[in-house]
């Protein structure tokens, strides 16, 4: 229940029966009542008034009942004041004023200043009044404390007003932010993904239920940091300072750090994750999120099938290379009539391109570079001959669909690189280029160097590559366009191992309806881990 009005009155009339208290203590002392009855009636009324006060359940009546308190007050000071009119007893008015007149708006503070005057009147016209100048000031301090109560007990209300309108509204924003809080929170904890949100401070301020199931926990809490971790091939020990929390506390950003975390090998966990930093308003940083993906079953899935892979395609080079070997020595047969040796030719030239691509599959099935690393020999390569000699080889190729290859653009080069990797390379884009033209197109060969570096260029005229397709081109077994027809979707992934195995970098240039140029980076001279 509210106990304002109650609280009110009280607090009024027992500051008034405080005062009225002191005052009639001093009187008995001094002894200065010249008529100690109505006096002391007067200071028994308000006595009175005070215990009523504290009796009356002034909530359980209507607001209007407890002006009655303060207008029999105005009373009881009236034969305070009778009984000792040359004293100042008519300031104590000064308490019902401001009772009424705060509690009561206009209608308090006109009825209290008209019935103090008419009182202070009342008491002059009999003559029990002090002198004429009380008479007079004594309203006018009435109404002035009266009208200021009155201002007050106003601005009050009206900023009281505005306080609840203003809390009303924060607690309208609370309830609003605290359902989103609890939406995210549901969803987070619904998915399957790791959520961690690193404050600006650097500490893990949310982190969702998936992320303990993750083994992503924060140090010292008996997550992820007491199990031993690896990097992606599943084997090197990763360091404590390399962990994907550890780099994200520190402020790094990264996507995709692949970490495998478990004692025993068959039974690891391996982790993708991902931090991105979060800005606030102005570019501030207001620290980060990371995610962790379980990619356990993908990584086994694409081990599985490399390895699987790698398996047929070795067995299958045994007998293909047995019957190349064969149809070497019917071809070479005098006494083979030529008719069977043309049928032979056709036979032979097909049971090396499957060949080629078992080779170009195995190389795939590798789940690293150093297959490839390892088959290099590197020494000076002249880089303008070989473009020119894998031209002279495909231009029938070229021919037979009206293509030019335009050899113009070739400078001398040199180059550090392994010749028959580096003539795959050749070989690779150059196909392509060719394959995928246009109809009576052209195919550009370029090559230079700087003395550090030497650059190869194969550019053709044909459809382009959209940025779809681009974003994934250089992925095993990805076809794009219209090599989903035929192909293997290895070459250029085979391709860029070879030139990154040479600690070059294979780029792409392309516009949709205009062509696409591939760049081939290579070391011009020895690396110092060459020498």
């Known amino acids: 229940m509210d106990r304002t009005w109650e609280r009110a009155a009280i607090l009024n009339q027992l500051l008034l029966g405080s005062v009225v208290f002191v005052v009639g203590l001093v009187i008995v002392v001094e002894g200065s009542a010249p008529n100690p009855p109505m006096f002391f009636g007067g200071v028994v009324a308000v006595f009175s008034l005070t215990g009523a006060t504290l009796i009356i359940p002034w909530n359980r009546l209507r ?230 993906r379980d990619v356990t079953n993908e990584l086994s899935a694409l081990r599985a099938r490399d390895e699987l892979v790698a398996s047929v395609s070795h067995e299958l080079r045994t007998p293909l290379t047995s019957i190349l070997g064969y149809l070497d020595l019917a071809i070479e047969n005098p006494e083979t009539p030529e008719k069977v040796r043309a049928n032979l030719d056709i036979a032979e030239r097909n049971a090396e391109r499957l060949l080629r691509i078992v080779a170009d599959i195995l190389t795939a099935s590798s789940s690293s570079s150093s297959s490839i690393e390892a088959s290099i020999a590197p020494r000076a390569v002249d880089v303008r001959e070989l473009l020119a000699n894998a031209a002279a080889d495909m231009a029938t190729h070229a021919e037979s669909r009206a293509l030019t290859i335009d050899v113009t653009g070739l400078e001398e080069a040199t180059a550090w690189a392994d010749p028959l990797r580096l003539r795959q390379v050749v070989d690779n884009l150059l196909a392509n280029a060719i394959r995928y033209n246009k109809y009576g197109g052209t195919v550009y060969l370029g090559s230079t160097t700087d003395g550090t570096s030497t650059w190869l260029l194969v550019r053709d005229t044909g459809p382009g590559i959209s940025d779809d397709d681009r974003t994934r081109l250089f992925q095993r077994y990805y076809k794009a366009g219209a090599a989903r027809r035929t192909g293997t979707g290895l070459g250029l992934a085979i391709t860029r191992d070879i030139v990154r195995a040479h600690g070059g970098e294979l780029g792409l240039h392309t516009s949709v309806g205009v062509g696409s140029t591939f760049i081939v980076k290579i070391p011009a001279a020895p690396m110092e881990t060459d020498a």
């Open 63 to 292: 607001y209007g009942w407890v002006a009655v308190i303060p207008a029999l007050d105005i009373i009881a000071i009236a034969l305070m004041r009778v009984a000792m009119p040359d004293s100042a007893m008519g300031l104590l008015w000064v308490f019902p004023a401001l009772w009424l007149a705060g509690s009561f708006g206009l209608i308090g503070l006109a009825g209290v200043v008209i019935g103090v005057t008419m009182l202070i009147v009342f008491l002059a016209l009999t003559g029990t009044t002090g002198t004429r100048h009380a008479t007079i000031l004594l309203p006018l301090a009435i109404l002035a404390v009266a009208a200021t109560s009155y201002l007050n007990t106003r601005r009050s209300q009206a900023q009281r007003s505005l306080l609840d309108k203003q809390a009303q509204l924060l607690r309208g924003v609370l309830e609003h932010s605290r359902r989103q809080e609890q939406e995210v929170t549901e969803v987070l904890d619904a998915v399957d993904f790791g959520v961690i949100r690193i404050s600006a401070g650097g500490r893990v301020a949310v982190t969702n239920e998936a992320h303990a199931r993750l083994q992503m926990a924060t140090n010292g809490d008996g997550g992820a940091s007491h199990v031993p971790a690896f990097r992606d091939d599943g084997v090197t020990p990763l360091p404590l300072a390399e962990l994907p929390l550890e780099r994200a506390l520190r402020g790094e950003a990264f996507e995709n750090q692949v970490v495998w975390f478990g004692e025993e090998p068959d039974a690891r966990q391996a982790l993708s994750v991902t931090a991105r930093r979060l800005t606030g308003s102005g570019g501030k940083n207001v620290g980060a999120v990371v995610v962790s």
